[in-house]
């Protein structure tokens, strides 16, 4: 039974481009969350979604930044236009419904220049 | 909205030594998971313990509810062990979770 699963693992751009994260949750989970982690620092929640739903996007920048998760296919989140500030590692976790237990994929570490 | 805080932030054992970590949470909570933060950044379940207590080979935890803390307990520890150990809450079911600082924890042989 495969694990969370994202990709790429490293992803470099510079000023301006785009970034696109991909999370395929755990077989038979259908809820998905992203979270940030800036360097030397804990998680911080982004946003949290079900299939072709978006649940809760509270801790997400209003700006630059989108997520989906559409009925087939992995999730993505999406920044547009990185500056260096985005410069962290995104982590993506997964759970059943109903089932608190979360369980995270190995995150994919951007890097701005 | 829910803060968590984990102490110490900062652990040096030798190989060998016990420790306990612990998690202070400021509202009741439906989840609760210990998690370890190896050196390659990879985030490995430890444990999910809303409440009681559960073992798994040289680590335990313990999850008193009511007093609103978790305690993570690491036994004979190796070198392996090192790494930031994170506590994180989640309030009702299926809600994203709240994390600590972290603990860093440095085993030294």
């Known amino acids: 039974n495969a694990g969370v699963m994202q990709n790429p693992r490293h992803l470099v751009r510079r000023r301006g481009q785009e970034a696109r994260l991909r999370c395929s949750p755990m077989?038979?989970?259908?809820?998905v969350y992203w979270y940030r982690q800036l360097p030397e620092e804990g998680l911080k929640f982004m946003v949290y979604?079900?299939?072709?739903?978006?649940?809760?996007e509270s801790g997400m920048p209003k700006e630059r930044f989108s997520a989906e998760f559409p009925k087939e296919g992995p999730s993505i989140l999406r920044i547009q236009q990185v500056v260096r500030g985005d410069s962290a590692a995104y982590f993506c976790?997964?759970?059943?419904?109903?089932?608190?237990?979360?369980?995270f994929g190995p995150g994919t570490r951007l890097t701005v220049l | 909205g829910i803060q968590v805080e984990q102490s110490p932030p900062d652990l040096i054992l030798q190989e060998g030594a016990n420790s306990t970590l612990r998690c202070n949470f400021s509202?009741?909570?439906?989840?609760l998971q210990w998690f370890h933060q190896n050196p390659w950044g990879q985030l490995i379940n430890l444990f999910y313990?809303?409440?009681g207590t559960k073992q798994n080979g040289r680590l335990s935890a313990t999850t008193v509810a009511t007093e609103r803390y978790s305690l993570l307990y690491i036994s004979s520890s190796q070198t392996t062990d090192s790494g930031v150990y994170f506590c994180?809450?989640?309030?009702?079911?299926?809600?994203?979770?709240?994390f600590g600082k972290g603990t860093r924890l440095s085993v030294i042989a």
């Open positions: 976790a997964s759970s059943r419904p109903g089932l608190d237990e979360q369980f």
């Open positions: 077989k038979g989970h259908s809820h």
């Open positions: 979604l079900q299939k072709e739903n978006i649940i809760d």
């Open positions: 509202d009741s909570v439906n989840n």
């Open positions: 313990i809303p409440s």
């Open positions: 994180a809450v989640g309030t009702s079911g299926n809600t994203p979770l709240v």
